[in-house]
């Protein structure tokens, strides 16, 4: 079965660049979303299709999708970012969903 | 408003069966493909199924023969029947909608709790 692959865990301090990844094979032939999970909360998509932002999703969040790499890029993070985000694609008329990072913003 | 209602999710023993609903307002409904997505305490988002607007049914691995999606759409309301439950199905199961593949679940319900244990 395919699988998506994200780091565990990202550190960045407030106002930095977090990146997070996504790997998996042929990731460039299928669109890549993101979700943001607070605790104790339904996921919310930050990124659609690769690299589109959703409306009221702040432009710090970005998007790309090359090779056989997804990143979400969060530029000047900031302490309500803390969370844990995954990525997700379709495969086969199945939906695959990465194991999830947690960022922490220090 | 845009809202998704999940119901349903109670303490079931092992073999038993459930089923959860899902009822949609503020949207059309039919344009919709329609998800359950699950979580298990601690751990991350598993898909669980989808169904499109055709009707046409998806299912992970881990359920195929065991549950089954449906959707009506006169009343604004899809579901997941659950049989032959395993306490590996214990999760939080969320239902989400996506406006074609690719294009994110970009409505959550608030998730309803199944457990799974004698």
């Known amino acids: 079965s395919y699988e998506l692959t994200q780091p565990p865990s990202v550190s960045v301090s407030p106002g930095q660049t977090a990146s997070i990844s996504c790997s998996g094979d042929?990731?460039?032939?299928?669109?890549i979303c993101w979700y943001q999970q607070k605790p104790g909360q339904s996921p919310v998509v930050v990124i659609y299709?690769?690299?589109k932002r959703p409306s009221g999703i702040p432009e710090r969040f970005s998007g790309s999708n090359s090779g056989k790499t997804a990143t979400l890029t969060i530029s000047g993070t900031q302490a309500l970012d803390e969370a844990d985000y995954y990525c997700?694609?379709?495969?086969?008329?199945?939906?695959?969903f990465g194991g999830g990072t947690k960022v922490t913003v220090l | 408003e845009v809202q998704l209602v999940e119901s349903g999710g109670g303490l079931v023993q092992p073999g038993g069966s459930l089923r959860l609903s899902c009822a949609a307002s503020?949207?059309?409904?039919?344009?919709?493909?329609l998800h359950w997505v699950r979580q298990a305490a601690g751990k991350g988002l598993e898909w669980v199924s989808a169904?499109?607007?055709?009707?046409?049914?998806y299912y992970a691995d881990s359920v195929k023969g065991r549950f089954t999606i449906s959707r009506e759409n006169a009343k604004n309301s899809f579901y997941l029947q659950l049989n032959s439950l395993r306490a590996g199905d214990t999760a939080v199961y969320f239902c989400?909608?996506?406006?074609?593949?690719?294009?994110?679940?970009?409505?959550w319900g608030q998730g309803t709790m199944v457990t799974v244990s004698s």
């Open positions: 503020g949207f059309t409904f039919s344009d919709y493909d």
């Open positions: 299709q690769d690299d």
């Open positions: 997700q694609a379709w495969d086969r008329s199945t939906v695959v």
């Open positions: 169904i499109d607007t055709a009707g046409d049914p």
């Open positions: 042929k990731l460039e032939d299928k669109y």
């Open positions: 989400a909608r996506e406006q074609g593949s690719g294009s994110g679940f970009d409505v």
